[in-house]
């Protein structure tokens, strides 16, 4: 199957600061912004592969996702899409209940001690190295665990670009 990725992304975050007339006056504003068109292909500042899908991880359960063999996706085709090298992962807490999140990159399914990241209700994370990205090797660090330990399912949305190859089985 030929495919052709286009990937175009955008963030933007912004705050003020203003000191309490009581302290003397100071303001600070600052933004912070992120835009990034990629290339389809495999070398640098490429990509050519994308998975995305809303899964729900039952509450005290572990989720895994093996990067060389990620199953049907909401773009619509029933096949599988194999990743070589992971370029960007982004990652939305659909879940609104209080005290729900999951933990994203624990070691193991028996270990949920260190993690890459503590997701919260309504929260996001995202990492992106379009340059070099992290090369995948099956069996050595292909799959990624995320633990729910909270009371209650939790929905997340998630997208994987990278360079890989899509199958039709």
């Known amino acids: 199957m030929a495919t052709t990725l286009t990937v175009s992304g955008s963030a933007r975050t912004t705050y003020s600061l203003s000191d309490a007339p009581a302290l003397g006056s100071a303001a600070e504003s600052v933004e912070l912004r992120v835009t990034r068109t990629v290339d389809n292909g495999t070398g640098s500042g490429q990509a050519n592969a994308a998975w995305r899908n809303r899964v729900t991880i039952a509450a005290g359960q572990v989720y895994s996702f093996d990067l060389t063999d990620l199953g049907a996706t909401v773009f619509g085709f029933g096949g599988s899409v194999s990743l070589t090298k992971l370029k960007e992962l982004f990652v939305v807490c659909n879940t609104t209940q209080s005290g729900a999140h999951v933990l994203w990159g624990v070691i193991g ?6 993690y890459a990241a503590r997701i919260g209700r309504g929260g996001e994370y995202r990492w992106a190295d379009y340059q070099d990205g992290i090369t995948v090797t099956n069996n ?6 995320v633990a729910n330990p ?11 670009v990278g360079v890989g190859t899509y199958s039709d089985t």
Not at 109 to 114: L, V
Not at 140 to 145: A, F, G, K, L
């Open 109 to 114: 399914p028996a270990d949920t001690s260190a």
């Open 140 to 145: 050595t660090n292909d799959v990624i665990y």
């Open 150 to 160: 909270s009371a209650m399912a939790v929905e997340l949305d998630i997208l994987l």
